[in-house]
């Protein structure tokens, strides 16, 4: 896996320059945050494919959106966090809003799916 030759590459690396175990501690963030992104996009996509979107049209739009850019690790992150400038780039309302929004979509669509989830 040509994924997982360059992440012992790093390790190295990082193990090297920030002490022994980093690279180690480095690669399970990185699976962990990868696998759950993994997790929460096929659900989104999941959910747009059960409201009516066709598959290839929503794997598009979030590959030429700020998620498919890789927007916050290649833009957000080098220029605000890693300078410490932790100011909100998007309103919490409007993420509130979108999020409800989402809810309301999977009630709609799915009205048994929350009592669902909370049995598991």
Same mark, same amino acid.
């Given at each position: 896996?040509?994924?997982?030759?360059?992440?012992?590459?790093?390790?190295?690396?990082?193990?090297?320059?920030?002490?022994? +175990?980093?690279?180690?501690?480095?690669?399970?963030?990185?699976n962990?945050?990868?696998?759950?992104?993994?997790?929460?996009?096929?659900?989104?996509?999941?959910? +747009?494919?059960?409201?009516?979107?066709?598959?290839?049209?929503?794997? !598009?739009?979030?590959?030429?959106?700020?998620l498919?850019?890789?927007?916050?690790? !290649?833009?957000?992150?080098?220029?605000?966090?890693?300078?410490?400038?932790?100011?909100?780039?998007?309103?919490?309302a409007?993420?509130?809003?979108?999020?409800g929004?989402?809810?309301?979509?999977?009630?709609?669509?799915?009205?048994?799916?929350?009592q669902?989830?909370?049995?598991?």
């Amino acid at each position: 896996m040509i994924l997982g030759i360059g992440l012992e590459c790093r390790e190295i690396a990082l193990a090297s320059a920030d002490g022994i +175990g980093t690279g180690s501690i480095a690669k399970i963030m990185h699976n962990s945050a990868s696998f759950t992104l993994d997790l929460v996009m096929a659900e989104c996509w999941t959910a +747009g494919v059960k409201a009516g979107i066709d598959a290839a049209t929503i794997v !598009k739009v979030f590959n030429e959106a700020a998620l498919g850019q890789m927007m916050s690790l !290649k833009v957000r992150l080098p220029t605000t966090y890693l300078r410490g400038d932790f100011e909100p780039r998007f309103s919490l309302a409007l993420a509130a809003k979108d999020l409800g929004l989402a809810q309301k979509l999977a009630r709609y669509r799915h009205p048994d799916a929350a009592q669902r989830a909370v049995r598991k």
